[in-house]
């Protein structure tokens, strides 16, 4: 028989892609997600006609919809993928970070042993790389001590080691994969790297004048989050539980993220300065593109995360570097300049409408 999943978080860049994954692997795929008055079911609205793809209405801060979704679907497969992701907003909202977190993930948890499923379904925890924080060791593996650095990170931290003591206490097959940054053309656009990606479309097309960055020297792990899905649920097929490190093994700057993702852009830039100072300028024009803003510095920030993909290659057989830097860079560019394209073609459409209108061409 086919097997069953539940996807926490399936609106989001990962959720849409797992689903994409497990349904092609023949799984019923069921999501969970949040009520609310805007739709952000973009990323998964070419999936919603599939018979074997499910959403309920569920939230990880309400114990009670956890409870009745799990009781409902009784799954052999549950992936937490919902959270406060974004580490800037965690500074804003800590208490909201804590609940989603840390305590949603003990309420998945607890929720599975309730439901008299511990021995029958398999959950991953989706961990992440901010656990490392003020980094005692480079590169980072599953050994590597955690110093979380951000209230997102001391709250993913709880989730982390619930889920261990669930796997300890209760016999329970439930893991962490510690995923190192990963990107995709549906990374929402208040992410760094697709704030880049968008802004470098944007501003070869004439559609913006400048782009801010913070820090430009902070170093990250990039992989591609179509490639780590995969991951994810290799994780769930292992014969024992295990906590793996999701990464490519490959470090690279902000800076080196933005001078790739405007040439591929069109637009070569040479950088000028240091620090708060550093500016990135057209090579061709000479105009500032790029400049550095202290409202997007963190109150501590991560500056050197750098993953070791060793465990996951050896014991799972996982190819970290199916997708390059490089590659996964262009496919965020590619789509941006596409999406902006039509953005500008929709203006040009509706403009010359309103002028038809007024002067009466149509009615």
Not at 103 to 116: D, M, N, P, S, Y
Not at 211 to 234: F, K, P, Q, T
Not at 278 to 292: C, H, M, N, S
Request: charged letters at 25%; glycine letters at 6%.
């Amino acid at each position: 028989m086919a097997k069953t999943a539940l996807i926490t978080g399936v609106t989001g860049q990962d959720g849409s892609y797992l689903s994409e994954f497990l349904l092609e692997k023949g799984y019923q795929v069921h999501g969970t997600i949040r009520r609310s008055s805007v739709d952000f079911r973009e990323r998964i609205a070419h999936l919603e006609d599939n018979p074997a793809f499910h959403l309920h209405y569920a939230d990880l801060s309400d114990s009670l919809s956890i409870m009745q979704v799990i009781a409902k679907v009784r799954p052999d497969e549950i992936y937490n993928l919902a959270a406060q992701s974004h580490v800037q907003v965690s500074f804003d909202c800590p208490e909201y970070t804590a609940q989603v977190d840390a305590t949603g993930v003990l309420r998945i948890l607890e929720a599975v042993r309730q439901c008299g499923l511990a021995d029958k379904c398999r959950i991953y925890q989706a961990s992440t790389s901010e656990l490392y924080g003020k980094v005692e060791q480079v590169p980072q593996n599953e050994e590597t001590p955690f110093h979380p650095y951000s209230p997102y990170a001391v709250a993913k931290l709880y989730g982390f080691w619930i889920v261990r003591e669930y796997r300890e206490a209760y016999n329970m097959f439930c893991c962490s994969g510690i995923l190192f940054n990963h990107e995709s053309e549906r990374r929402g656009e208040t992410f760094v790297t697709r704030k880049i990606t968008l802004a470098a479309a944007r501003i070869a097309q004439g559609k913006q004048d400048k782009l801010y960055l913070g820090n430009l020297s902070s170093m990250r792990d990039w992989g591609y989050a179509r490639d780590y899905v995969e991951c994810m649920w290799l994780i769930l097929q292992n014969e024992k539980p295990e906590d793996f490190v999701i990464a490519t093994g490959e470090q690279h700057s902000v800076r080196d993220f933005a001078t790739l993702a405007f040439r591929y852009a069109g637009i070569e830039l040479r950088w000028e300065g240091e620090g708060a100072d550093e500016k990135g300028i057209d090579v061709k024009t000479g105009k500032v593109l790029v400049e550095v803003s202290p409202d997007f510095y963190r109150p501590t920030d991560v500056v050197n995360l750098w993953g070791d993909p060793s465990k996951a290659r050896r014991e799972l057989g996982w190819n970290p570097q199916k997708t390059s830097f490089e590659q996964l860079v262009r496919l965020m560019v590619d789509s941006d300049m596409e999406k902006v394209a039509i953005e500008r073609a929709d203006e040009h459409i509706k403009r010359n409408l309103v002028e038809y209108l007024e002067k009466g061409i149509v009615k």
